[in-house]
């Protein structure tokens, strides 16, 4: 049987982690955001959806997209965030749902950092939410970026509330600790999960 297990969490709280351990006890993980990346290189059906709605004024000096450029037309405005997100979320969709598709039975971690506030809950039979308070989540964006405070929290509070997400969750992961902590629990999570099937 398979089983699809949501992987979600705020910027630097340790998703990634949380995917590679996963990884590493022989699941199979699907990432949203390198599947984001893929299609949006050169010619793929991302790139040509920015282009057709955006213009080639998005595109930096090798023809390829300038994230940045993009990430500053819609930090701000969360009109434009809200075009992007429509002519973007449905093609993201749609390859997770045929990555899904391709795997065999068994247990398949999709990593989507925007899982609920995309409403995609409905993709997966559980979810987690990996969590991490403020305080340290600031530190560690500000150490992973070399942003200042500001800046951090900016991005931090661009995004809906960890403390949410952990309400909305079957389970919760906190990645406070150690690597070694927050691999006890992944495994801790993962038995609960298969006990319930």
Same mark, same amino acid.
């Given at each position: ?58 595109? *930096?000096?090798?023809? /390829?997209?300038? +994230?940045?450029?993009?990430?500053? &037309? @819609? =930090? ?17 969709? *749609?390859?997770?749902? /045929?990555?899904? +598709?391709?795997?065999?039975?068994? &247990? @398949? =971690? ?30 560690? &964006? ?56």
């Amino acid at each position: 049987m398979k089983r699809i297990i949501g992987i979600t969490g705020g910027i630097a709280s340790g998703k990634s982690n949380v995917a590679s351990i996963c990884k590493e006890l022989g699941y199979a993980v699907i990432d949203s955001d390198e599947i984001t990346h893929e299609l949006s290189l050169k010619d793929g059906p991302i790139y040509k959806a920015i282009i057709d709605r955006f213009g080639k004024d998005y595109l *930096d000096l090798n023809g /390829n997209l300038d +994230r940045k450029k993009i990430a500053q &037309l @819609i =930090f701000n405005n969360s009109a434009m965030k809200t075009v992007l997100d429509k002519i973007t979320h449905p093609i993201i969709v *749609d390859e997770i749902k /045929n990555r899904i +598709r391709n795997i065999p039975d068994g &247990l @398949i =971690f999709v990593d989507i950092p925007l899982l609920f506030e995309a409403k995609l809950e409905y993709l997966c039979d559980k979810t987690i939410c990996v969590f991490l308070r403020k305080k340290l989540q600031v530190e560690r &964006l500000m150490a992973r970026d070399g942003i200042d405070e500001d800046y951090a929290l900016a991005k931090i509070h661009s995004q809906m509330d960890l403390y949410l997400k952990k309400e909305l969750a079957d389970y919760v992961i906190d990645s406070s600790g150690d690597f070694i902590e927050t691999k006890k629990q992944v495994i801790n999570v993962i038995n609960d999960i298969l006990k319930g099937e």
